[in-house]
């Protein structure tokens, strides 16, 4: 192949080389926080409540919102401590307090209040958001575009209704 027609697979090649080089110095572990698709190490400092908590990502204190998730609020202003919001808080607690935990990002990174929005899964690999929904602590909820898990978070809820886990037999409205 003459040297024309080789010279542009080279520096594509090179280019990703370099692209691969990039991604493994900033995080090597799928992006970093400001990557959608992206996955972020994390240690969990406190527990917010049953679906937030707060945690050092990247060298920085972020408030962590769980995806795909929602459970009865314990410490929201304004809001009364709704069924089960307390054993949710400590479920969550149980899962991830002072945890090492695996942040993994969806499309949209932050929500309007600016919390971090992620996946939560631990390092021995428990999905702490599906554990929460198998459990009866958490209800499912979309807000697209952070879609990815919306089938299999359903079909998890669906299972613990069944069964009445949690607050699908503790609360009177489920």
Known sequence: MPRSRVLPYLLAAI??????LVARHHGGDGGGVDTPG????ARVSRVVDGDTIVAQV??????????????????????PVQCFAKAASAANEHLVEGRTVRLEFDRELRDRYGRLLAYVVRTDGVDVNAALLRGGYARTIVFPPNTRHRRRFAAIERGAQDRGAGLWSACPTG
């Open 38 to 41: 992206g996955t972020a190490q």
């Open 15 to 20: 280019l990703a080389i370099v692209a691969l």
């Open 58 to 79: 990247d060298g920085r204190r972020e408030r962590v919102r769980y995806i795909g998730i929602d459970t009865p609020e314990s410490v929201k202003p304004g809001v």
